[in-house]
């Protein structure tokens, strides 16, 4: 995710989206469950958020059924099927749902009774589901982009249709799932609009049906993907062909009036591929493509195979053409950092957008002339003040109560590839830019977390760099730079207008 930009953008820091309401309470509806222990929300443990994700079963699939009713302030309705094997013996199964109404739930096709505790929905199948079961969860629902719009994530309501911003753990917001990046999983879309409408998501095409007057849009991804990576776009929307390298198939989906107007963007994505496949080897999915939409999110999201931007970013005049191009390549680069390779928790967050983040300062580098030296020290200037306000790269402060994407700040971006710069520094290039291969090539289609990161560039290193990650993830203080004693802390600035004390 790239946090909200500035007016007139500033070549080196990352700034604060601006704030959202907190969350609107679960529309979930109740159905009262057989006696027994009330139902409660579980989570996996994740230190950020603790009652997202559930235990007990590995998701292996999910097929997402959506029907849009050609407004976009309508529910959906919705269907959510789960394949799923169970890690332990269950007589109720969690999922994380919220902004929607339930109308009914089976299990392995017998319909079970269910409830809501907190953002979950607990179900309790008419039989309890040994360890080492497959079993298939069915869910009707509807899918609500008016609870969910402007909170904390999920449907984005566009000028003509919908979008998803599922980051970070929303997608529950909009169809039952387990909503942590440890358990990705493959997922097939089916979206039926009204004939005139188009509508697009992750992964490959596998057809389109039109009956009376709608159409019925499929969808399917070939690798598995993180529930806040989902993205479904309807709209009046041209979807743009050609094809990258190694005849990789590329579709952009923009708005059909613009689509000449933002044909020189859409242009660039191939070279920008072959650059990242020139840095740290081959793309790691099917197909990609950008999605601009028209609406106002300010930020863009790196959702698997189909990037989200903001249209306005490619015709607001303020923003330097080698700043698109490198927020471009930013989104780009999380297909490698964040989506084929994903953080098992959220404290691991730094792994995506630290990569990113150096990604997009290289490219502005080679393509622009924009030293990444000078903006490795500017950030090193900030980043105390960066790790006192949202804690040390690793160790994230938790959002705010109802605003998840509070954890989007300085110290994961800028603060970030700060720790990969001083790693550069520490191991010498050659050995940082094998590391960056094998990471990535070893990982794929996996989760994986900082312990990993820590391991495999020591390895490649050629010696233990606990040590040196201890202080640069999880001190207060940022250490002193490698092979630049002279970088120093730089103090804020004093306030142009500062408050008088009375």
Known sequence: MLLTRPARPHPVLRFLRRPKAALLASAVTVCLVAAGAPAEPLGV??????????????????????????NNDKPLKAVTTIDA???????????????????????????????????????TPDHAL??????????????DPVAADGQDGGWVRTTDGLAMANQADAAHLVFPCNDHPSDK?????????????????????????????????????????????????IGHSAVVRRTGPHGLPLRDVVPAADKKELEPWLAKTPDQIAWMESKIGPYPFETYGVLMAQASTGFELETQTLSLFEKEIFTEPAYPKWYIESVMVHELSHQWFG???????????WLNEGHATWYEALYAQEKADRPLQDRMKAAYGASD????????????????????????????????ALVLFALR????????????????????????????????ASAIGGRDLTGFFQDWLY?????????????????????????RKS
Do not use: C
């Open 385 to 416: 003040r960066w790790r006192a306000a949202g804690g040390p790269p690793a160790r994230p402060k938790p959002p705010a109560p109802g605003q998840k994407i509070g954890i989007f700040r300085p110290n994961i971006y800028d603060g970030a």
């Open 45 to 70: 443990g994740d230190r950020i958020f603790p009652e997202l994700g559930n235990p007990g079963y590995d998701v292996a699939a999910y097929d997402l059924a959506l029907t849009y009713p050609g």
């Open 475 to 499: 001190a207060e203080k940022t250490p002193p730079m490698p092979g630049h004693p002279d970088w120093k802390q730089v103090p804020p600035p004093a306030p142009s207008n500062p408050a």
């Open 130 to 143: 040994p360890l080492g079961s497959v079993t298939r969860i069915t869910v009707r629902h509807t899918s």
């Open 185 to 233: 999983a493959m997922f097939t879309f089916h979206v039926t609009a009204p004939n005139g409408y188009t509508a697009v998501a992750n992964g490959l095409p596998t057809g389109a049906v039109e009956a009376g007057g709608s159409t019925t849009w499929s969808y399917r991804s070939q690798h598995p993907m993180a529930t806040e990576l989902a993205q479904v776009s």
């Open 425 to 456: 520094q520490e191991i010498g290039k050659d050995a940082f830019e094998r590391l960056e291969k094998v990471w990535v090539q070893e990982n794929r289609d996996t989760s994986v977390g900082t312990a990993d990161f820590v391991r495999l």
């Open 85 to 123: 094997r169970l890690t332990d013996s269950l007589k109720r199964i969690n999922l994380d749902f919220a902004h929607g109404t339930v109308e009914s739930v089976e299990v392995d096709g017998r319909r079970a009774a269910f409830t809501s505790a907190g953002e979950d929905l607990v179900v």
């Open 339 to 349: 989506d084929s390779v994903s953080p098992r928790t959220w404290s691991d967050v």
